[in-house]
């Protein structure tokens, strides 16, 4: 690819508020000046109702051909439940581009109050995304019968712990030196005594990283009381989705909160979408604050090589926040809050 071929980027607004908020951040990137290619797919629980899946049976084979993927949002729990469409749609994608690091930032933005007394922290979520507990392993047997039960099997290989706590330990490396690898080994004596086990093992292979160990209990506590004690965060698939959902309400809400789905390797794409969801009951009233899917297009653009429109569109996002625009949920809508973000871009 040279320097100016476009990179091709495969758009699923999907559900609910994805769509409002994938225009914008559209809009945004197309204003600073990153070469990009879009087409978009309209896989969702409207697809899905219509066709009988959330997209279709050549959908991943189809998403191979792009530099990237960005998800808008997906589920309608009125429509369609949500255990259909999340592993009819997302979880599939994850799993067949081995996009195994899930990456969310946390810190505030200028201008946007958290809720707690501290506003000097900048934490970075490393989640496990391709096993663990969302492996899918397990089922159901006597079902309708008191005799009924259910089980559920976290699964967790070699490979995929000792590669996310790489990765975990390599953007360390890249920030301020310090890991924190989050288990519950005190309880489950089989998976995360052996995550703490591989954390130990790989812990010698990077001196200038100093880790620290933490039950998921004592974390959340930690990212409340103390979080600008805390600099990048590892942890498995189930404990960095309730991590980072606590991250979200610290650094103002899940209206700030972006992510990305990599595959460190890039053999496949990797995908882009902000964590909010669909957020069916506020859909179609422009309500919808877009910085999630603007932050996110920015780590999109940073993952592409384009780092300098990338780091524009922050730029932009920050100013607008600083001004106070769309740092309070429902005050300024949508259209306002891209139109403060371009307005900030051009100047």
Known sequence: MTPDTPHRIALIPGDGIGTPVTEAALQVVAASGATVETVTFPWSCDHYLTTGAMMPEDGIATLRGFDAIFLGAVGWPARVPDSVSLHGLLLPIRKAFVQYANIRPHRLLPGVEGPLKTRDFDILCIRENTEGEYSGAGGRVHVGTPDEVAVETSVF????????????????????????????????????VFWDE????????????????????????????????????????LFGDILTDLGAAIQGGLGFAASANIDPTRQGPSMF????????????QGIANPMAAIWSAAMMLDHL??????????????????????????????????QAVLTNLQG
């Open 157 to 192: 290989t070699r490979t995929g712990v000792e590669r996310i706590l790489r990765f975990g330990f390599e953007q360390a490396q890249a920030r301020r030196g310090q890991l924190a690898s989050v288990t519950k080994s005190n309880a489950q004596r089989h998976s995360m």
């Open 198 to 237: 591989v954390t130990e093992e790989l812990a010698a292979q990077y001196p200038d990283v100093q880790v620290t160990r933490y039950h998921i209990d004592a974390m959340c506590a930690r990212m409340v009381m103390a979080p600008e004690t805390l600099d990048v965060v590892v942890a498995s698939n």
């Open 273 to 284: 979408e902000p964590v909010h969801g669909s957020a069916p009951d506020i859909a179609d």
């Open 305 to 338: 090589g384009q780092t300098e429109a990338g780091a524009r569109i922050m730029a932009a996002l920050e100013a607008t926040t600083a001004q106070g625009i769309g740092t309070r949920q429902g005050r300024d809508g949508t259209e306002a809050i891209t």
